[in-house]
């Protein structure tokens, strides 16, 4: 059966459209934390059983509301604010003798990090990252499994390598046995959100989107990043640096296992994870959904006004940010740390 769906999904990738809903310098990496531990993935045995699936429990996520009241349980004075989706071509507008895909003008998200903000104990004016390890599996059990860390890392790598004149850093964590969520809880255990800034839970079973973002998403959501804000005592989004954006406590993003992926590049083989990552940890570094992508119903013609990382509709293999990214993160992190 997956390599049914393999096949279905490649056709489905050469004909259709998917919505997605600095100086030059390294990824640095850290490995003094002693709370982080990392785990090899030739570690065959330790992976299957870290992935134990019954182990997660959903008891008290049942839906995206359900999150900001168990956060609030958990006494974490922050909140979901949004969840950015990367979905395939459904529900598409009609208008003028035009299907729109999608029409974008936001740059920035409403909500921004903060340079050194002691809540999240940041690592200076740097932004971090971790990936759980037993999740870091794409294809999980079938042949054409791989690690998906390398295609994480480029996307922070090219974010990173980007930055020209601006200050900021992305450091990688070591892969982390523990868990980074601060939505799933596995083996009765909650997730420890705070190991990094940004955490990538992996290339997780699609039942999980169902769960937690709706029936159907396991079917039909590449990825999603989810952000987190600070809240004051009064249960409101905090601005400690007045800049008039929100306070991003965190960030997370997710990869969906129920899709075929690949590393490779080749819209013929899969899903690009690394085209996906680097649009999601876009949004991670608070980046938006930007430009038009339709098409003329008479010829079929697409356009795309402008093409970007940052589209909502991924228009195959795009591993590189383009003009409007550039403008994107410029907007951002060009006078970093002093937003």
């Not at 035009?98 to 003008?105: C, E, G, L, P, V």
């Not at 290339?203 to 959501?221: E, M, N, Q, W």
Request: charged fraction near 20%; charge should be negative; aromatic fraction near 8%.
């Amino acid at each position: 059966m997956k390599h049914l769906r393999s096949i279905l999904i490649c056709l489905f990738l050469l004909t259709t459209l998917l919505i997605t809903s600095c100086s030059d310098s390294s990824i640095n990496t850290t490995s003094s934390d002693s709370d982080i531990e990392s785990l090899s993935t030739n570690q065959g045995t330790n992976i299957n059983q870290a992935r134990d699936l019954s182990a997660f429990d959903l008891d008290k996520v049942k839906s995206i509301e359900d999150i900001n009241v168990m956060l609030e349980e958990k006494g974490l004075n922050i909140s979901l604010a949004y969840a950015e989706t990367v979905t395939r071509a459904n529900g598409a507008e009609t208008v003028e003798g035009q299907t729109i895909f999608a029409n974008d003008r936001t740059k920035q998200l409403t909500a921004q990090w903060v340079p050194g903000d002691i809540r999240r104990n940041a690592d200076g004016n740097n932004l971090n990252y971790i990936i759980w390890n037993p999740f870091a599996i794409a294809n999980f059990g079938t042949p054409d499994a791989f690690d998906g860390t390398a295609a994480i890392d480029a996307s922070f790598e090219t974010w990173n390598t980007f930055k020209k004149g601006a200050k900021l850093n992305i450091v990688k964590r070591p892969n982390t046995v523990s868990n980074p969520s601060a939505i799933l809880s596995f083996g009765g255990v909650p997730g420890n959100p705070f190991l990094a800034d940004i955490s990538q839970a992996g290339i997780l079973p699609g039942f999980l989107f169902d769960a937690v973002l709706g029936t159907g998403a396991s079917s039909s959501v590449l990825g999603v990043a989810f952000t987190f804000v600070f809240e004051d005592g009064d249960g409101n989004p905090t601005d400690i640096n007045n800049d008039g954006f929100d306070d991003v406590a965190l960030k997370e993003v997710w990869y969906n296992d129920d899709f075929l992926w690949t590393e490779t590049g080749d819209p013929a083989l899969g899903v690009d994870l690394e085209t996906v990552a680097l649009h999601e940890n876009g949004h991670a570094l608070g980046f938006g959904h930007f430009g038009k992508v339709s098409v003329t119903n008479k010829n079929n013609k697409l356009h795309v006004s402008p093409r970007a990382v940052m589209n909502a509709v991924i228009l195959g293999t795009q591993r590189s940010p383009l003009g409007t990214d550039k403008a994107s993160y410029n907007s951002l992190y060009g006078n970093w740390p002093n937003n």
